[in-house]
């Protein structure tokens, strides 16, 4: 935070600090005074309104602040109850210190300890106010989530009713169209079909095209634009300082630039960027003309109809005409588009194999993966290494880590692999793809990380016990459970300062940005290329916020203490991603708060296996009356089952009578239609002012439009 | 099949044989002559068109053919391979006589098991060619379901866009509707809402009241009227036969009309219909004013418009403005309207638990009232018994049947409970109450009969080793099959000879009309209710045919000879079905083959018990390579998640594609609007001339429309 506090006054680092509000053309500070207190910061946090995080970062962000300040109440809450009745419960029993010939073999009793229900006496009276405070706990999680779900609702149905003209709210997507009858194209298959249900509000369609070919050309002219300008600057550099013999700057044709002929740069590249704006050009025309794809889409005249269309049945048979709401322009899968129906059913359940058997079995081929890459091994097959490896000093590092590095490098490429997974799915919005892969994620981190060190190798001991009695599991795993209560108490604490430190002080962009700035950039657009912000990246962040939630859940009645680590970890985690929220990451997509259902699932999800860990534990604890918990598991699946009849189909689709709203300005039609055509399609002259003055784009497009 | 060749030439019965004919208005018979060969009916029968089915007797009866002749499709193809194949194979094996010493003693084989899979060697090379067949039958059934699911949803397709103006294509029903704002009325707050959502297409409104009240008083005014044409028609007889001295008929005012004062007929008659077309009047107008409900039929000027309303999400709590298609004004159950979103929830899972109940447990309570009603406790509590029960030869036949008297009773009550469940489900149309209430009726037939006979005391007996071996029963399921066999084959043959005898020759229907005829109706009107006959009462119908299929399916490799009696089941009542189906029955709504995807989901039921017994008849005989017939469960529930997704949807909405065809007329909405209104809300003055003209009418009922 002090590193934080002293490097974000610094003139230079302002676009590390402060992006998003650069982006949006405001100044870094809000007073725009250079000496400002180093903790003005944490007050902005704390008085910005929701408002201000919509209007900076969009609903998704300031969903998951109602996720973050949701969690951070059920925690709070439980805390102020659970802290002074059950740790004076706990600390006054002393089933420890009186069983202590039979429990130090298994490990040493700390203080901490004490504070726990490891402590209770088996069958004491005492665990009445630990069921208390079990129920406790489950009913400020219902009235919260219930609380938050509304909000959220309603903070969803006041953007998309928002008077502002969207694109995404006049376009529908619709995919699984039939084969062309001959002698029509697919153009005019699409319009005579929607024309003859929507006589009065269909506008236009878009036909979808394979755009694999021209995005690849278009991809190299930006790289050549690029390498052009930065030539010229270099060029410009060298004259103003050497004069008149100013070097013009080379570079060899052939691979990385390392080898190949000497070519003057500035002359290739200029050459390079006439020679693919023609062939981008034919290309385009090619696609637009012949690698139409079997989906389009849909523009309407109002939100209504578009909102009401994508809720709609259109064809007779289910896997024709599908239809459904147009994700953003900017978040459309353009590849994933031209997946038949059951294409996307069929490898929608491939993946949720792979990943079942990613998350039960991963062990296995890292195992055999640092199995094979021993020193040994390394030595024989890749005889370059020899002489590194034969160091000493290497040699030890080398042997104690390597079994580790298959597993770091394997979790380091695990978000990218599950988001890659599912993005095979065939799901068209990259938001939606972030949902998916956030959700495999989830169960990864839970199943392993938590089931994992909880249960440790107890689990495989007693593999077959389990097969024979799957009711054993909960109690399986409550016995693991207090053994591993400073474990995780370090972990949450752990997590938070490490985490947040480097979440707050932005040190690696930071680093990353000046050694760029310094070595590698030289034109202006590099430069705001190196300080550009992601987004909060949600396909990592919420499952590991979610993974928090469960072990402090699961561990709040039997060591109360890790309340307040949980509490610090969501407080401070607000009030850091509140900053960044607003200054620094800039949302690469807005899908007005369809995280949220899964946010609730997974939170239900974290009480359920705490209902059910306790459900174990008391029963662990020869408790009679164990059974008196029972209601809690049943009543938190009618809790969710409530809330998803009653909120969740207002997330999957728009309701009427929001879409139905009065707009500020008639919708400009032409440019909520221009909005869709990708840029690699977009002809290179008017390809800045594409919004401003388009009409020859429209003839020119003709045969795509 | 003779008696019914005899009777049904006869004059006087024909409004028995004939009633669908005659109430569409066309002759009994094709030719018009009397003397016509007694067996054209099956001609008939044959010849005749889907589309005459369609035509005389509705879509809903052209699928249950189209369901029967799946069946039959499915049988016969069967039969076709099977027989010729596995008898001879069962045959020229003799496991049987081999280990006759062990086996009699089970049981007395007759030719019958020869034939049987049972005379199979254990582990025998012979069983590859059962495998083969068990193959053979779920891939016929697959091609033939698949083909008829196509034909159906064309069928419904064809249905829903004909030309015909249909009342309930231009309305939707709206439940749940919010609290009205206080200074509005219900139906200014439906009108404004739905304006502001459909500006073009929005029609009007009709807001559901509470007709309880009403409705009694109609039914009673009915009554009264029917009883006053009866009197006067009894007076105008006498009157002819006796001359001026002609007795005026007379009735008693007290209870059933046995006791309290003698009055004139026809004067009381009229004063209380007088009297009662007042009260009615005052209740319409109370009514309409005050008896308002929260929900709503609204009216749309285009059949895109309702059917896209149908399927939109209208509110963005979801629990608010739930909009479905509307029934047919006929099928309505405006008692059903008012219940909340979550109460018909709520119902609906304790209607579920009560049904699970009923049929896993529904033998306690009848054993108890057996119990109770011994001859002993009968004598004691109801004396005035005595005298009848202490005779002998009654006595010894009430000690006989008095147990199962009760089952008998209970079994007839059966479906008029289930029905009355799925109504108090809350679900709004009649069609769908019947639905659901043979859903429930085949799960109960099929846990019983099938299995309950099957399974037998074994299950009870080897209960604890199911608990601990789920896996095994499958197995047992097989141990208990062929035994079971020719009680099974007995069992069809049974159905289909007294069913379907009884059914063609209508005896029982006959019986009553002849003897009403003679001795209670006098009026026109008593006559043709006496011989109205009902539906096709699919409630029943469905799970008794459905009981059929799976019992022979799952006999089809066991015990091949029960096909041809499967096959002759359902070619006989298709037969007879088609005659009843165009000359007799009166379809009493119309759900547009809604009933298709409940059959489908049985008969794939039926498949995948059949596939399981295989599985398990298989390993009992230690035939090594039953896993290979694994992939065909597996393979039945991808085909029927496939079907369902590729179908389903159309089943449950209008696809708009199909709603969008063009009408041979404009549709006279005012017409639609009113033939939703019950005829006890209608004006009694205008009762009978309500859709000719009706302009007053709307005038009337001003606070309601």
Same mark, same amino acid.
């Given at each position: 935070?002090?590193?934080?506090?002293?490097?974000?006054?610094r003139?230079?680092?302002?676009?590390?600090?402060?992006?998003?509000?650069?982006?949006?053309?405001?100044?870094?500070?809000?007073g725009g005074?250079r000496?400002?207190?180093?903790?003005a910061?944490i007050?902005?946090?704390?008085?910005?309104t929701?408002q201000?995080?919509?209007?900076m970062s969009g609903?998704?962000?300031?969903?998951?602040?109602?996720?973050?300040?949701?969690?951070?109440?059920?925690l709070?809450?439980?805390?102020?109850?659970?802290?002074?009745?059950?740790?004076p419960?706990?600390?006054?029993?002393?089933?420890?210190?009186?069983?202590?010939?039979? +429990?130090?073999s298994n490990?040493?009793?700390?203080?901490f300890?004490?504070?726990?229900?490891?402590?209770?006496?088996?069958?004491?009276?005492?665990?009445?106010?630990?069921?208390?405070?079990?129920?406790?706990?489950?009913?400020v999680?219902?009235i919260?989530l219930?609380k938050?779900?509304?909000?959220?609702s309603?903070?969803?149905?006041?953007a998309l009713?928002s008077?502002?003209?969207?694109?995404?709210?006049?376009?529908?997507?619709?995919?699984?169209?039939?084969?062309?009858?001959?002698g029509?194209t697919?153009?005019e298959?699409?319009?005579s079909?929607?024309?003859?249900?929507?006589?009065?509000?269909?506008?236009?369609?878009?036909?979808?095209?394979?755009?694999?070919?021209?995005?690849?050309i278009?991809g190299?002219?930006?790289g050549?634009?690029k390498k052009?300008?930065?030539?010229? +600057?270099?060029?410009?550099e060298?004259?103003?300082?050497?004069g008149?013999?100013?070097?013009r700057?080379?570079?060899?044709?052939?691979?990385?630039?390392?080898?190949g002929?000497k070519?003057?740069?500035?002359?290739?590249?200029?050459?390079?960027?006439?020679?693919l704006?023609k062939?981008?050009e034919?290309?385009?025309?090619v696609?637009l003309?012949e690698?139409?794809q079997?989906?389009?889409l849909?523009?309407?005249?109002?939100?209504?109809?578009?909102?009401?269309?994508?809720q709609?049945?259109?064809?007779?048979?289910?896997?024709?005409?599908?239809?459904?709401?147009?994700p953003?322009?900017?978040?459309?899968?353009?590849s994933?588009?031209?997946?038949?129906?059951f294409?996307?059913?069929?490898?929608?359940y491939?993946?949720y194999?792979?990943?079942?058997?990613?998350?039960a079995?991963y062990m296995i081929p890292?195992?055999?993966?640092?199995?094979l890459?021993?020193l040994?091994?390394?030595?024989?097959?890749?005889?370059?290494?020899k002489?590194?490896?034969?160091?000493?000093?290497?040699?030890?590092?080398?042997q104690a880590?390597l079994?580790?590095l298959?597993?770091?490098i394997f979790?380091?490429l695990?978000?990218k692999f599950?988001?890659f997974?599912?993005?095979?799915?065939?799901i068209?919005?990259?938001?939606?793809?972030?949902?998916?892969?956030?959700?495999?994620?989830f169960y990864?981190?839970v199943?392993?990380?938590?089931?994992g060190?909880?249960?440790?190798?107890t689990?495989i001991d007693?593999m077959?016990?389990?097969?024979?009695?799957?009711?054993?599991?909960?109690?399986?795993?409550?016995?693991?459970?207090?053994?591993?209560?400073t474990?995780?108490?370090?972990f949450v604490?752990?997590?938070?300062?490490?985490?947040?430190g480097?979440?707050?002080?932005?040190?690696?962009?930071?680093?990353?940005f000046?050694?760029?700035r310094?070595?590698?950039c030289?034109?202006?657009?590099e430069i705001?290329?190196?300080?550009?912000?992601g987004?909060?990246?949600?396909?990592?962040?919420?499952p590991?916020?979610?993974l928090?939630?469960?072990?402090?859940?699961?561990?709040?009645i039997?060591?109360?203490v890790?309340?307040?680590?949980?509490?610090?970890?969501f407080?401070?985690?607000?009030?850091?991603?509140?900053?960044?929220?607003?200054k620094?990451?800039v949302p690469s997509?807005?899908?007005?708060?369809?995280?949220?259902?899964?946010?609730f699932k997974r939170i239900?999800?974290?009480?359920l296996?705490?209902q059910?860990?306790?459900?174990?534990?008391?029963?662990?604890?020869q408790?009679k009356?164990?059974?008196?918990?029972?209601?809690?598991?049943?009543?938190?699946?009618?809790?969710?089952y409530?809330?998803?009849?009653?909120?969740?189909?207002?997330?999957?689709?728009?309701?009427?009578?929001?879409?139905?709203?009065?707009l500020k300005q008639?919708?400009?039609?032409?440019?909520?239609?221009?909005?869709?055509?990708?840029p690699?399609l977009i002809a290179?002259?008017?390809?800045?002012?594409?919004?401003?003055?388009?009409?020859?784009?429209?003839?020119?497009?003709?045969?795509f439009v």
């Amino acid at each position: 935070m002090v590193i934080f506090a002293w490097l974000s006054t610094r003139q230079g680092n302002t676009v590390v600090y402060y992006p998003n509000r650069i982006l949006k053309g405001l100044e870094p500070w809000e007073g725009g005074s250079r000496t400002r207190n180093p903790f003005a910061w944490i007050k902005e946090a704390l008085s910005s309104t929701e408002q201000d995080v919509i209007s900076m970062s969009g609903i998704d962000t300031a969903v998951y602040f109602v996720f973050m300040s949701t969690v951070l109440g059920i925690l709070v809450l439980s805390g102020v109850i659970l802290l002074p009745v059950l740790l004076p419960v706990a600390a006054t029993d002393d089933a420890i210190r009186k069983h202590s010939g039979q +429990t130090t073999s298994n490990g040493t009793f700390s203080d901490f300890d004490k504070l726990s229900m490891a402590n209770i006496e088996k069958g004491s009276l005492r665990l009445w106010a630990f069921v208390a405070c079990t129920y406790w706990v489950s009913i400020v999680a219902y009235i919260l989530l219930w609380k938050a779900y509304k909000h959220v609702s309603a903070m969803r149905a006041n953007a998309l009713m928002s008077p502002e003209v969207k694109s995404e709210q006049f376009a529908v997507l619709v995919r699984d169209l039939p084969d062309v009858t001959p002698g029509q194209t697919r153009k005019e298959q699409v319009d005579s079909y929607f024309k003859s249900i929507y006589p009065d509000t269909f506008y236009r369609s878009m036909v979808v095209t394979n755009n694999k070919e021209v995005d690849k050309i278009w991809g190299e002219l930006e790289g050549f634009k690029k390498k052009l300008v930065r030539a010229e +600057t270099i060029y410009a550099e060298s004259q103003k300082s050497g004069g008149s013999e100013a070097t013009r700057p080379t570079n060899k044709t052939g691979f990385l630039g390392l080898c190949g002929k000497k070519v003057d740069s500035i002359e290739y590249y200029s050459e390079k960027i006439q020679e693919l704006t023609k062939k981008l050009e034919a290309e385009q025309k090619v696609t637009l003309r012949e690698k139409q794809q079997r989906s389009a889409l849909v523009f309407f005249t109002n939100r209504v109809a578009a909102a009401s269309a994508a809720q709609s049945l259109h064809a007779q048979m289910v896997d024709h005409w599908t239809v459904m709401e147009a994700p953003e322009a900017r978040q459309l899968i353009w590849s994933n588009l031209n997946l038949k129906f059951f294409e996307r059913i069929t490898r929608q359940y491939i993946i949720y194999i792979i990943v079942f058997l990613t998350v039960a079995f991963y062990m296995i081929p890292i195992g055999l993966i640092s199995a094979l890459t021993t020193l040994k091994n390394l030595r024989k097959y890749l005889p370059f290494l020899k002489p590194i490896v034969d160091q000493d000093a290497i040699r030890t590092v080398l042997q104690a880590y390597l079994p580790q590095l298959a597993l770091i490098i394997f979790l380091a490429l695990l978000p990218k692999f599950l988001l890659f997974l599912s993005k095979t799915e065939g799901i068209p919005s990259q938001s939606h793809v972030v949902r998916a892969a956030s959700g495999k994620y989830f169960y990864f981190t839970v199943f392993n990380v938590f089931l994992g060190v909880t249960l440790g190798g107890t689990l495989i001991d007693t593999m077959k016990t389990i097969q024979d009695d799957v009711k054993g599991t909960p109690q399986l795993l409550a016995k693991s459970l207090p053994g591993n209560a400073t474990f995780f108490i370090t972990f949450v604490a752990l997590k938070f300062f490490v985490g947040y430190g480097l979440e707050l002080s932005r040190l690696v962009p930071l680093i990353i940005f000046h050694l760029k700035r310094k070595y590698l950039c030289k034109t202006e657009a590099e430069i705001k290329e190196a300080w550009l912000p992601g987004d909060l990246s949600y396909a990592t962040r919420v499952p590991n916020d979610m993974l928090i939630v469960t072990i402090v859940l699961c561990y709040s009645i039997i060591a109360p203490v890790i309340i307040p680590f949980g509490v610090l970890y969501f407080a401070l985690g607000w009030l850091i991603l509140r900053n960044q929220a607003l200054k620094v990451y800039v949302p690469s997509y807005e899908s007005y708060g369809k995280m949220w259902p899964h946010m609730f699932k997974r939170i239900i999800a974290a009480l359920l296996l705490y209902q059910l860990t306790m459900l174990g534990y008391f029963g662990v604890s020869q408790f009679k009356f164990t059974p008196i918990l029972l209601p809690l598991p049943i009543s938190s699946l009618i809790f969710a089952y409530t809330c998803s009849k009653k909120f969740y189909k207002a997330f999957c689709h728009t309701a009427l009578e929001v879409a139905c709203q009065e707009l500020k300005q008639t919708a400009n039609l032409e440019q909520i239609f221009k909005s869709y055509i990708p840029p690699s399609l977009i002809a290179d002259k008017q390809e800045d002012e594409q919004f401003e003055d388009a009409m020859s784009q429209v003839s020119r497009s003709g045969s795509f439009v």
